[in-house]
């Protein structure tokens, strides 16, 4: 009985702890906070969460696949991608999946969609989400969409039969195959999708999101982009991928294939271009990066820059404060 005790009050403390960084011109200091505190606190206008900042097909329990929610002032959830473990990161965080009906998503990689099921139909079933889940992304998306709701059909009638309160609105996506452009703009929200490179997976998407004077552009996976970086101009934060460079001791059939992910990724030292050229008041590593990425962009690159890790929140106003989860 007691270590059971124990080992719910450890579980207890690691959720409400939070450790957090304060950037205003330059300077930083820490203070804490506690996750599910979804809404952006008064002046803050962008609230951005980093729910998974893992990336590729392999499974890693510390960092899950790609998504970010991004919360603005008027109460607008907007998620970014939906990679593996997303409803485990959302319900950490404190929110239903039924809250999230607006997805993006930045390309059609395993690793950047594995949990939409989870949330077009849990979102639904458990969620309480009672309107059409609305999904943007690259040619593919719709019928990706049309197909999910084939493929579990024997569950989506299943358990309409079991509860007749749950709305058929709820179950249907409202999915869309978007071109660059602005796709979204209501209620002073808007989004905006940017082409970038990522090799052979064409098209894939950046987004930036404006609101209330503040704005954050995320790059998805992509090369070395002209077009983020005059997409991404006057951000206050850009959120970018990095690719890990080859080890010089791989040979053979390894060093080939980590060559030819290497080839559709940014390198480290590739990103302190962009982080240089674009000048946003923070550069934030998501879908990559660690050390030995810090290191190598920190040879030209000196303005501020976070890596990140699951569950690290960015709150956008006249400063940019940086929360961590403390582990």
Not at 161 to 177: C, F, M, S, V, Y
Not at 264 to 287: C, G, Q
């Amino acid at each position: 009985m007691g270590t059971h005790i124990e080992a719910t009050m450890s579980k207890i403390l690691f959720l409400a702890v939070f450790s957090s960084v304060v950037l205003a011109n330059g300077s930083s200091r820490a203070q804490q906070n506690s996750p599910g505190n979804s809404a952006p606190p008064a002046g803050v206008s962008l609230k951005v969460t980093i729910l998974g900042s893992g990336g590729g097909p392999n499974v890693d329990l510390q960092r899950f696949g790609p998504s970010i929610l991004v919360e603005a002032g008027n109460g607008d959830k907007l998620l970014f991608d939906c990679g593996r473990g997303f409803a485990q990161r959302l319900t950490e965080y404190g929110l239903s999946l039924g809250v999230i009906d607006k997805l993006f998503l930045t390309h059609l990689h395993s690793d950047h969609i594995l949990s939409v099921p989870d949330l077009f139909l849990v979102g639904w079933s458990n969620g309480g989400r009672s309107t059409p889940l609305q999904v943007w992304g690259p040619m593919g998306t719709q019928h990706m969409m049309d197909s999910m709701a084939n493929t579990f059909e024997f569950d989506i009638r299943a358990r309409a039969l079991l509860d007749d309160q749950r709305t058929k609105e709820g179950i249907r996506a409202a999915a869309k195959d978007i071109d660059e452009g602005v796709i979204y703009d209501r209620n002073g929200v808007k989004v905006t999708a940017f082409l970038v490179d990522h090799g052979p997976i064409k098209p894939a998407f950046g987004y930036r999101v404006d609101f209330n004077g503040r704005s954050v552009a995320m790059s998805g996976d992509t090369r070395f982009s002209e077009n983020l970086i005059a997409y991404s101009q006057g951000v206050d934060v850009l959120i970018h991928e990095s690719g890990n460079p080859v080890p010089p001791n791989l040979t053979g059939r390894e060093r080939q294939e980590r060559e030819r992910i290497a080839a559709i990724h940014t390198m480290p030292a590739e990103t302190a271009v962009v982080f240089n050229r674009v000048k946003p008041r923070l550069a934030v590593y998501a879908h990559g990066g660690g050390p030995q990425a810090m290191a190598e962009a920190r040879k030209t690159y000196a303005g501020p820059l976070e890596d990140s890790e699951d569950l690290m929140t960015i709150e956008i106003s006249d400063r940019i404060e940086v929360r961590r989860p403390h582990k």
